[in-house]
């Protein structure tokens, strides 16, 4: 105690009001932080803490004594916690008074250049210094000047002996005997009931008949395993939460009531359906859980005792796209209501999900007529993700805290998510409660817009081309190029196309013509690609050779006897080579048009699939080209199966940009891109560890996305060598493209929209997704359908396109990114089992 | 303007939307959904009009009418 202190006329320092020398056993609520194991409860994580902004005079060794009194008064606060032979006792401590270890810091910061960011600081180091709990005392005060009118106070207590609540108990009394002291007058006894009657209850409620209830209603209502959280995974909780601050007005609030009251529900209703809802949609799950605090202090003694009592408790959901908000009101209601009947009864695991707190109590506080307003530092170990919503003392509205774990959310998001929330409430209280919440997306009007155009803002006006061509005219204008390399024979432009003309003059007599279909059932060779470019010459569209409108079947003897009955022409017959080399070697006349189908990949026995028209495979290249930057001096290995779309596009790719296409000669494709001096690939990406060879510059890897270990692997041994990813299959072929880049960590991006392409990540509401949050890949299309036969039902109505258009639904569940990369999430990680029975209490303030 | 038991049991049953025959004067309250935020609205409102001094803790500490009304001055 200073000599300064001792000088006023202090009425004494109050009652000592310390436990018993043998101490007292712990509650189940003391208990649950003592076992904790992740954070231990040695960590710093488990301080909880708040400070008082105070505006005006105040006497620093006046309110040193005040909180000497109080500290003494509550005898919750003056213990250590040690195992014993009996198990674990709180055990009582010497208090020493201010100036002679009383746990206090004091300073005055207002010649620093910045006195509360200098402030901030001191209190987050003393954030970070644990207590001894073995030596106790368990809590600590700071009393920092900020201003000349200004000051700021913060306690922080362990949370094995107080939790929110009890805060608030100590910020009340420590105002009233700091005002009774400058007034010189009695505080008058403490206020607070003794830890031993808090024991005694806790222990008289554990043998109880209503424990056994509680327990059963527990047994039969509790948490999903697998509740989902809006991070996707867990990690062990953290020391400090990161915290996103926003403010409701006076107005908002209002209407936030007033939607409350058309429900027939309280505002904390309003807010936790609001929570459930948004979880749902940002996780696709029709179930959630949120983590409800309850105080659990009503009716009894703990009212008037400054201790750790509080619980969390499941709260669940179900939420459809059908459901009304109205509805989801009363399930947060009926939910809260049971809840509260067995509020005292401890689950096993503590509840890891996102938690909603709603603070209602009045904290303008003032201390000898100087005003404060309460800030909460820290509410125990961060878990997952808390809201709290206070009621602002001065009835200006409501003050929102998004809490979270900095393992699992970073700034931004946290933001982002704090955004969407306050934006889904006012869009809550503007619409009609009744009405089924399908229409209702959780991005903002300003996402929703980055995520519908700015994102896909992929027109590009084509010139309208086949696909055979620009292949035409490469093979005028460079005809000594090579353009087919089998071997060591290599084929020039001119003589490929010479070969083709031929073949196509005679199919066109056989009724090959532009609107017809012909199928090609070689095996890859070079007879084979003269073939695949006779039938696009003619005019006719690739098919199978079970399409049953195929106008005739180009092939060769041996696979010619096991076709049903239809045109063949065989390749192998010496009638139909002379007839073919009769012909002479120019193009043949037709009147194709980039509209006219150009590939079927859908036909089956019975039925003829739709036809990608020449256009949209065209349009296709072209973006391909421009993306990968194919040129003349390229070979490009053609090694896909015969038939299949990919290989026809590594046939027309490089042809239409004038490169050399190579077909391989054995299996080894390592083998043949070293000896033939192949500088593309196209591939998939069980094919990308078997890639290799001096002249290989770029890769493309079609398909659905490699691994990271499988891109990094690929970076690794290939340095030199561009890997370009193209997602899609069937209907999403081509549907975006990234380049990878060494360097790039977490989720292999599938990349951009292709151009004129549109994609869209949407929620179950088939509402849009906002970027970081995982949805449901759409691929709208302006090019006309891909027609894959398996295609129908996965089409639907495109709301954000022209009218009359449509999406096709991949199943692929992916999401953007902030600046507009498509990804798919990285597989969700199994809950370490510690993790999740440690992802207890975040929040520190606790209501209702 | 005093507060009566009659007044005390409808501003209950408001605040818990039911029907004030529905609350009756001798269970806790909470079992019929009565929350630190419905007790917050009880004691502003009772303050504004009607001029009382109860805190949240005196009305939590017993949640019943008949526990209530000596607090809040009511009679019967």
């Given amino acids: ?848 | 303007m005093a507060l009566t038991l009659e007044q005390i049991r409808a501003d209950v049953a408001d605040v818990l939307g039911e029907d004030p025959a529905d609350i009756p004067d001798d269970e806790n309250l909470v079992d019929y959904g009565l929350d630190s935020v419905r007790i917050m609205t009880l004691v502003e409102r009772w303050r504004r009009d009607h001029g009382t001094e109860v805190t949240f803790v005196d009305l939590a500490e017993k949640p019943a009418i008949e526990e209530w009304a000596p607090l809040l001055g009511a009679s019967a």
């Fill in chain 1, 1 to 848: 105690m200073t000599t300064t202190a001792l000088e006023r006329p202090v009425s004494g320092s109050g009652p000592d009001r310390r436990l018993a020398p043998e101490g007292l056993p712990l509650t189940a609520a003391q208990s649950a932080v003592w076992h904790a194991r992740t954070p231990g409860p040695g960590s710093p994580a488990w301080a909880t803490a708040e400070y008082l902004d105070i505006r005006g005079e105040l006497d620093p060794e006046l309110f040193a004594q005040a909180l000497y009194r109080v500290a003494r008064e509550a005898d919750t606060l003056g213990v250590r916690i040690a195992d014993t032979p009996a198990g674990p006792r709180q055990l009582p401590v010497d208090i020493p008074p201010p100036g002679h270890g009383f746990p206090l810091h004091t300073a005055d910061l207002r010649a620093e250049r910045d006195p509360m960011g200098a402030a901030h600081a001191r209190m987050r180091a003393d954030l970070a210094v644990p207590f001894d709990l073995a030596r106790g005392p368990l809590f600590g005060h700071g009393l920092l000047r900020v201003g000349e009118q200004r000051w700021l106070w913060s306690q922080r207590v362990h949370h094995a002996v107080l939790d929110g609540y009890g805060h608030s108990l100590l910020a009340r009394r420590t105002a009233d005997v700091y005002t009774a002291l400058v007034a010189g007058t009695d505080p008058g006894p403490g206020p607070f009931g003794r830890l031993a009657a808090l024991v005694e209850e806790d222990a008289a409620y554990r043998g109880s008949a209503a424990h056994d209830r509680d327990r059963e209603h527990w047994l039969r209502h509790a948490a999903d395993d697998d509740a989902p959280t809006l991070a996707g995974r867990t990690a062990p909780p953290s020391g400090t939460a990161l915290r996103s601050t926003a403010h409701l007005g006076t107005e908002e609030t209002a209407r936030l009531r007033e939607l409350a009251a058309s429900v027939r529900a309280t505002w904390p209703d309003v807010l936790f359906a609001a929570q459930a809802l948004y979880l749902s949609r940002a996780t696709g799950s029709e179930r959630v859980t949120l983590g409800l605090p309850m105080m659990g202090r009503m009716g009894s003694v703990a009212l008037r005792i400054p201790g750790m009592v509080m619980n969390v408790l499941p709260l669940r959901f179900t939420v459809t796209p059908d459901t009304t908000f109205a509805e989801l009101a009363h399930q947060a209601d009926l939910g809260i209501r049971a809840a509260r009947r067995h509020q005292r009864h401890r689950p096993a695991e503590p509840v890891r999900a996102p938690q909603v707190n709603v603070m209602p109590f009045d904290y303008g506080l003032t201390f000898a007529g100087a005003p404060s307003t309460a800030h909460n530092l820290s509410g125990g170990p961060a878990a997952d993700l808390t809201v709290s919503v206070y009621d602002r003392a001065d009835g200006t509205g409501l003050r929102v805290d998004h809490d979270a774990n900095p393992a699992l959310y970073d700034a931004r998001e946290l933001a982002a998510h704090q955004r969407r929330f306050v934006d889904l409430l006012a869009r809550l209280a503007d619409g009609d409660p009744h009405r089924p919440l399908a229409g209702l997306g959780i991005a903002t009007d300003e996402e929703r817009a980055r995520v519908l155009t700015e994102f896909n803002d992929t027109a590009v006006a084509l010139p309208p081309t086949t696909l055979i061509g620009p292949v035409e005219a490469r093979a005028a204008r460079t005809p000594g190029a090579p353009a087919l390399v089998h071997g060591d024979l290599t084929l020039t432009y001119g003589e490929l196309n010479a070969r083709a003309s031929r073949l196509a003059r005679h199919l066109a007599g056989l009724g090959v013509r532009p609107g017809a279909r012909a199928a090609v059932a070689l095996g890859l060779s070079v007879r084979e690609t003269v073939a695949v470019l006779a039938v696009l010459k003619a005019g006719g569209a690739l098919t199978g050779p079970d399409d049953p409108a195929a106008v005739c079947v180009v092939t060769d003897a041996a696979t010619s006897r096991t076709l049903p009955d239809v045109l063949v022409v065989d390749l192998d017959d010496p009638a139909v080579t002379a007839a073919v080399a009769g012909q002479p070697p120019v193009d043949p006349g037709r009147a194709l048009t980039p509209h006219h189908g150009a590939y079927s990949a859908g036909s089956t026995g019975s039925t003829s699939g739709t036809l990608v028209p020449h256009a949209t495979l065209d349009g296709g290249l072209r973006w391909l080209s421009d993306r990968c930057g194919l040129t003349a001096g390229d070979r490009v290995l053609r090694h896909a199966e015969a038939g299949s779309e990919a290989s026809l596009r590594e046939l027309l790719w490089p042809l239409r940009e004038g490169a050399t296409v190579v077909l391989p000669e054995n299996g080894d494709l390592a083998r043949t891109v070293r000896e033939r001096g192949v500088t593309t690939v196209r591939c998939d990406r069980s094919q990308l560890a078997a890639l290799g060879g001096s002249s290989l510059r770029r890769v493309v890897c079609e398909g659905d996305a490699p691994s990271r270990e499988a891109v990094d692997a690929f970076h690794r041994a290939l340095p030199d060598v561009a890997l370009h990813l193209v997602y899609g299959a069937g209907e999403a072929a081509g549907a975006a493209h990234h380049r990878c880049e060494p360097g790039e960590r977490g989720p292999v991006p599938l990349g951009r929209p292709a151009w004129n392409t549109r994609l869209y990540v949407l929620d179950a509401a088939l509402q849009p997704c906002p970027p970081g949050v995982t949805g449901e890949l759409y691929v709208a299309a302006d090019r006309p359908a891909h027609g894959h036969g398996a295609a129908g039902e996965h089409l639907v109505g495109d709301p954000f396109g022209p009218p009359g258009g449509r999406m096709y639904r991949t199943g692929t569940p992916a999401r953007w990114t902030a600046d507009g990369r498509l990804e798919r999430p990285a597989p969700t990680t199994p809950a370490s089992a510690d993790a999740a029975a440690e992802a207890g209490r975040t929040a520190l303030p606790e209501a209702p």
